[in-house]
C-alpha cells in the first residue's frame, strides 16, 4: 500500500466525524443561533400568525366562540399561552385555543390581551395580541315567572302583578288574549277586574273559552311582548273561579203582629 494513503487515512475519518457530530441540534435542543422560520428552529422574534378578527367570525351570545393561536413557530412544546385581560368566562388552555361564551351581561366590543412565551431552556421569546372582538348578541325571550292566583272573591277588586324575567330589559308591551268580561289588563303589566258581588252576574261567553268546569270558573290568557328583532313572547294561561264573597245576612222571614184586644 501506498505510505502516503496510510498517513491521510486516519486524518479523513476524524474530519468526517468531526461534521456528523457538530448538526447544530445532535442533542435534541433547538439550534441557540437560528433564523426565524420553523424547521426545528428556534425563534429570534415570537410573532403571531393567526388572527381572530379575520379569520373567525364574531362571536355570537349563548355560542361558544373558538380562537386557535398560532406562531412563527413549530416547536409548540416550548410555548406558554396566558389570557391577559379578557371578558369573564374567557380561557386560554395550554395548547393555545382560546374559548368563550358571550352573554348578555358583555358589551358590543370586549377587549382582549394574549402572550405566549416561548422557552426551551436556552432560548427565550415572548409576544403579545391584542384586540377588541365584536360580539353578536340576540334577542332573548321573556319568561313570566309569578304565581297565578286560582281564585277571585266576588264583590272584591281582583288585581295580579305579572312578574317577568327579561334578561335583555326590554320594553315590554301586555295583552290580554282570553278571559272573563271586565278584566283588563294595564300598560306594567297588572290584571285588574272589578267583580260583580253576585257572581250570576258574571258573562259566560263559550267563543272565548267560556266555563271550564262551573258556572264561575273562566279561563285567562295573558301575553308578554318585548321589542327586539325579532319579537320574542311569553304566555300565561290558567282557569280562575269566582268564589263567594262574604254576603251581609239577609232577614228573611216575615215579622210577627201583635192583636190588639177589645174591650167591651
Keep these: 500500500m501506498n505510505t502516503r494513503l496510510v498517513l491521510l487515512l486516519p486524518l479523513v475519518a476524524g474530519i468526517v466525524a468531526c461534521s456528523s457530530g457538530d448538526s447544530g441540534g445532535g442533542d435534541g435542543n ?9 424547521n426545528g428552529q428556534a425563534p429570534v422574534n ?19 366562540w373558538k380562537y386557535e393561536i398560532k406562531t412563527n413557530t413549530d416547536l409548540d412544546q ?4 396566558t389570557l391577559v385581560n379578557g371578558p369573564s368566562g374567557m380561557a386560554v388552555s395550554e395548547s393555545g385555543v382560546v374559548t368563550w361564551t358571550a352573554g348578555d351581561e358583555h358589551g358590543d366590543l370586549v377587549n382582549v390581551t394574549i402572550s405566549v412565551v416561548y422557552n426551551d431552556g436556552t432560548n427565550t421569546a415572548s409576544a403579545q395580541q391584542t384586540f377588541r372582538l365584536p360580539v353578536t348578541h340576540v334577542n ?25 324575567n327579561d334578561p335583555d330589559s326590554s320594553e315590554l308591551t301586555y295583552e290580554l288574549m ?11 303589566g297588572e290584571l285588574q277586574w272589578d267583580i260583580p ?7 259566560n261567553d263559550p267563543a272565548t273559552f267560556g266555563s271550564l268546569k262551573s258556572r264561575h270558573t273562566y279561563w285567562i290568557n295573558v301575553r308578554v311582548s318585548d321589542d327586539g328583532e325579532p319579537v320574542e313572547t311569553d304566555s300565561q294561561i290558567w282557569v280562575i273561579e269566582v268564589v263567594e ?10 215579622p210577627l203582629r201583635k192583636r190588639s184586644s177589645v174591650v167591651a
Excluded at 56 to 62: C, H, I, R
Excluded at 246 to 252: E, L, T
Design 46 to 64: 415570537l410573532d403571531f400568525t393567526s388572527d381572530p378578527l379575520n379569520d373567525l367570525k364574531n362571536p355570537v351570545e349563548d355560542v361558544e
Design 78 to 81: 416550548y410555548l406558554t399561552y
Design 30 to 38: 433547538p439550534n441557540p443561533n437560528p433564523i426565524d422560520g420553523g
Design 178 to 188: 282570553v278571559g272573563p268580561d271586565g278584566l283588563i289588563v294595564t300598560d306594567s
Design 197 to 203: 258581588s253576585d257572581r250570576n252576574d258574571i258573562p
Design 245 to 254: 264573597g262574604n254576603v251581609a245576612p239577609v232577614i228573611a222571614s216575615t
Design 140 to 164: 332573548d325571550k321573556p319568561e313570566i315567572v309569578s304565581e297565578v292566583p286560582r281564585t277571585a272573591v266576588a264583590g272584591n277588586l281582583f288585581r295580579y302583578q305579572l312578574e317577568v
